[in-house]
């Protein structure tokens, strides 16, 4: 009789041992997050290991499916936005006594993948499951308000505004916990309503949402909406959080301009490692890209660019440097879009990220870079466009004053001698009003 009580309880101890193992080995799944973006939506899900798994779609009603191998919710779902127009909501529950299942209840069917993604220096392990509509459209930016044509045979000069990081890739966290990707994106919608309301001008959005957008497809984007300019807006970071103030970044051939340059190009280009995609990829084809850029007028034009926007920002408040920079930015590397990346400041900087978090700031930086931008195309327009028209490239031009600005630096920037500006003008010395439109002479 002891016999037979000992062997049970050795039975039992055995079986509470596997138990604890089989439970030691199970994945956690510690939370998940949706990002819904125009062209895609993605489910992510964080997990304390890599964990087998497979989908797949079922009709009637159309559903995604999502199995994992040994896992365990430790918390909720999150809610599928309204506007989401691809999922409706999200479910699970235990499957074979092991397994989680998540149910996606879709709005449409839906082409899926999933992969997996290592740890970085923001996330754990992660599972990632994108979800495009099964009859997919033609993906683009976000196409602003038109300020309208001037004629017939006028076309608008478009700029696209892409606002840094976003969705899975916060950017930069400044000390009080202010995400870069929140900052570029209201400096970017502020910039983008400046543009449409100049005549003649039009803004595409490349990012209005907080979604993540590849570095790559940012390009091809701006390309597809057949931008003028291409303008990504930043507030980064550095090693020593009493660097400060804003610059203004072109594509370099080789080596950047100086420590800091190199260090935020590298930082800037992570950015599609913790979205999932592989830097490593398509190298060969960015080297063509990049001497195809030096066959044409594209990295000319976006220095040429960049020094007014630079200009502009200088007047409006500190500038870390005096000109403008250039590192490997993937983000500036489209062979046919002059291209600039504009940094407002240093958001690692106590002072300055709470400068960049006051709407008014935005404001003034979103009216710097506008400001920089309609002299680029006054001194360089596009054919077939109202810049064209107005007689820029070395006839008459026109510029309005804006807060901070004088006679001398007007002249510096459309690079004309300041008599020659006053004789225009017919003013009798440097007193120039804010509003007030000065005709720029040919240079």
């Excluded at 087998?52 to 809610?79: Q, T, Y």
């Excluded at 062979?335 to 900087?349: K, M, Y």
Aim: a neutral charge; glycine letters at 8%.
């Amino acid at each position: 009789m002891n016999r037979r009580v000992a062997v049970r309880l050795m039975l039992l101890s055995a079986a509470a041992v596997t138990t604890r193992v089989v439970a030691a080995t199970s994945v956690r799944v510690e939370e998940a997050r949706l990002w819904s973006a125009p062209h895609q939506t993605r489910l992510v899900v964080d997990i304390d290991s890599p964990v087998e798994h497979r989908i797949f779609p079922l009709a009637d009603p159309n559903r995604l499916v999502i199995d994992l191998a040994r896992a365990d919710l430790l918390g909720g779902l999150p809610l599928a936005a309204a506007d989401d127009p691809l999922v409706a909501g999200l479910r699970s529950g235990v499957r074979d006594g092991t397994d989680l299942r998540i149910v996606l209840d879709l709005k449409q069917p839906v082409r899926a993948r999933s992969f997996l993604l290592p740890p970085n220096e923001t996330y754990g392990h992660r599972l990632v499951v994108e979800l495009a509509p099964r009859q997919a459209a033609a993906a683009g930016p976000v196409r602003r308000s038109a300020s309208g044509a001037d004629g017939q045979q006028v076309r608008e000069v478009v700029v696209a505004v892409d606002a840094g990081h976003g969705g899975e890739d916060p950017g930069a966290i400044g000390p009080g916990g202010t995400h870069e990707k929140a900052i570029t994106l209201s400096v970017a919608r502020r910039l983008a309503v400046r543009i449409d309301a100049h005549p003649g001008m039009r803004a595409v959005l490349i990012r209005d949402g907080d979604y993540f957008v590849g570095l790559r497809q940012r390009i091809e984007l701006a390309r597809a909406a057949r931008a003028d300019l291409f303008v990504s807006v930043h507030a980064d970071a550095f090693k020593d959080p009493r660097v400060r103030g804003s610059s203004v970044f072109t594509l370099a051939h080789g080596e950047a301009t100086s420590e800091a340059a190199r260090w935020l190009a590298e930082r800037e280009n992570r950015a599609d490692m913790i979205g999932g995609l592989d830097l490593r990829e398509r190298q060969d084809s960015l080297a063509s890209v990049l001497l195809d850029m030096t066959q044409n007028a594209t990295i000319e034009h976006s220095g040429l660019a960049a020094e007014r926007v630079l200009g502009r920002l200088r007047i409006a408040g500190e500038v870390h440097n005096p000109r403008v920079q250039q590192a490997g930015f993937v983000v500036l590397k489209s062979p046919d879009v002059p291209s600039l990346l504009v940094e407002t400041a240093f958001i690692s900087n106590p002072e300055e990220e709470r400068r960049l978090r006051n709407p008014r700031h935005q404001e003034r930086l979103a009216e710097a870079i506008l400001a920089g931008i309609v002299e680029y195309f006054s001194a360089y327009p596009p054919p077939e466009t109202r810049f064209a028209r107005a007689g820029g490239g070395g006839g008459e031009r026109r510029h309005r004053i804006s807060h901070g600005e004088t006679l001398s630096g007007i002249a510096q920037s459309y690079r004309v001698p300041v008599q020659s500006l006053r004789s225009a003008n017919q003013l009798h010395g440097d007193r120039i009003d804010v509003g007030q439109e000065l005709v720029i002479p040919g240079s």
